[in-house]
């Protein structure tokens, strides 16, 4: 299945969730901060990393000949990756149930946006 995939749509698909990603929750967080809101940087990020997941997806649902929706959690995989290499190298343990949640939210939210795309 590895060989039909489209690499050039995956990889813009990883680099659009990512700025995706870090733009939303930099947006967010400088919103919460004003507000005056506690736990402001973690809430933004984790919206910010759901947001980078589903746009990952689609721009990779969209770009993808055939299977859309492994285009699409194969994309939003690659910014889980970027997310937990991140987060190792900032001095996180980085837990392994944690990464696997991340994974599968990940694989669902990827894969639904790219069958979303293609409809």
């Given at each position: 299945?590895?060989?039909?995939?489209?690499?050039?749509?995956?990889?813009?698909?990883?680099?659009?969730?990512?700025?995706?990603?870090?733009?939303?929750?930099?947006?967010?967080?400088?919103?919460?901060?004003?507000?005056?809101?506690?736990?402001?940087?973690?809430?933004?990020?984790?919206?910010?990393?759901?947001?980078?997941?589903?746009?990952?997806?689609?721009?990779?649902?969209?770009?993808?000949?055939?299977?859309?929706?492994?285009?699409?959690?194969?994309?939003?995989?690659?910014?889980?990756?970027?997310?937990?290499?991140?987060?190792?190298?900032?001095?996180?343990?980085?837990?392994?149930?944690?990464?696997?949640?991340?994974?599968?939210?990940?694989l669902v939210i990827g894969g639904l946006?790219?069958?979303?795309?293609?409809?």
């Amino acid at each position: 299945m590895l060989t039909t995939v489209r690499w050039g749509a995956v990889l813009l698909a990883l680099g659009v969730g990512v700025l995706v990603l870090a733009g939303s929750a930099l947006i967010l967080w400088l919103a919460l901060s004003l507000v005056g809101v506690d736990g402001a940087a973690g809430a933004a990020t984790t919206f910010g990393t759901l947001l980078g997941f589903a746009a990952a997806g689609w721009i990779a649902g969209r770009r993808a000949a055939v299977s859309h929706v492994f285009h699409g959690g194969i994309a939003a995989l690659g910014v889980a990756l970027a997310v937990t290499v991140t987060a190792v190298l900032g001095g996180s343990p980085a837990p392994t149930p944690q990464v696997l949640l991340l994974a599968f939210f990940a694989l669902v939210i990827g894969g639904l946006t790219a069958w979303l795309a293609r409809r």
